[in-house]
């Protein structure tokens, strides 16, 4: 009989489906790498998983020490279950933005919550996020900041386990469409890519609103997606082509992923999804293409914003009033 002794331990060989889409002129083969059954529910499962693991072996922490990060989504909830799991201390710094369900799961797992209620000069919080971060680590001396925006373990996390298993599933790729937001996970997997397939396109999905590759900061609505600071970690990234989606095309991707293909899926999946559309809607060529399309979540932290009918009535009259 084979079973695991926690559940933590069942990480990575995610699903990949082969998905149909007949709505442009290109031929493809359409992979979807569906992360969201990590055991947390995303992709961060395995750089939290990873880093804190390697840490420990390399003894840059100990038991005793404090694991900090900014965060408000996914790597909050897969630290705050990993750490628990190692018998670590977790200190969260999350932000106004923040859905109630994230919140609510972070809390539940254990972990210390700091909240930042006050935006930066960008519009957002992560500034205001990173210097409370310094001020907790000069405040506690036996403490490690995660730093899933420079930590070259958050990239090679993913280079050694999503890449390598991306690799191992499929006999070719020719695109990849990965979302970008603190970096680690595109970094580490077009790497990875570019060595088993060195023709591959690396195509990197940002969304209107993020200064990642040099867009004007404005305020965003959908967690998960872009930066309000460009990561230090893309540095060593292969990135081919930058695609900026709309939050709009966002949210009309998630319903359609769940619509046309039962696929129930967060933000950046639908900003993914949306990517690919918008891509080869001008591209057209006689060959097949194998593509794979990285979905990063699951749906359900979206229940109160894009598969919330409220929700989307006050976005589209925010969106109506910001255009005129």
Known sequence: MMYYSTILDNLGNTPLVKMELNNHKQAMNLYAKL????PTGSVK????????????????INYDTTIIESTSGNFGIALSSYCKKYGLKFCCVIDAAITDTNENIIRSLGAEVIKI???DSSGGYLLNRIKKVNEILVERPNSYWINQYANPYNAEAYYTGLGNELCEQLNNID???????SGGTITGISRKIKERFPHAKVIA???????????????????GMGS?????????????????????????????????????????????????????DSRNTSEVVD??????????????????EQWLRNFVVKEKTSSI
């Open 35 to 38: 992360e969201f059954y990590n």
């Open 45 to 60: 499962d395995r750089a939290a998983s990873y880093v804190l693991e390697k840490l420990l072996n390399n003894k840059e």
């Open 117 to 119: 209620t006050e935006a």
């Open 175 to 181: 695109y990849i469409f990965i979302g970008v937001s």
């Open 205 to 223: 999905v940002d969304i209107v609103g993020s200064v990642i590759f040099g867009g004007k900061p404005q305020k965003r609505h959908i967690p």
């Open 228 to 280: 309000s600071m460009r990561p230090e970690i893309l540095a060593h990234s292969q990135i081919d082509d930058i695609i900026i989606i709309d939050e709009v095309s966002c949210i009309f991707g998630c319903h359609e992923l769940l619509e046309k293909h039962s696929i129930f899926a967060g933000g950046s999946s639908g900003a993914v999804y949306s990517a690919i559309n918008q891509y080869f």
């Open 291 to 308: 593509v794979v399309a990285l979905f990063p979540d699951r749906g359900d932290r979206y229940t109160s914003t894009i598969y919330n």
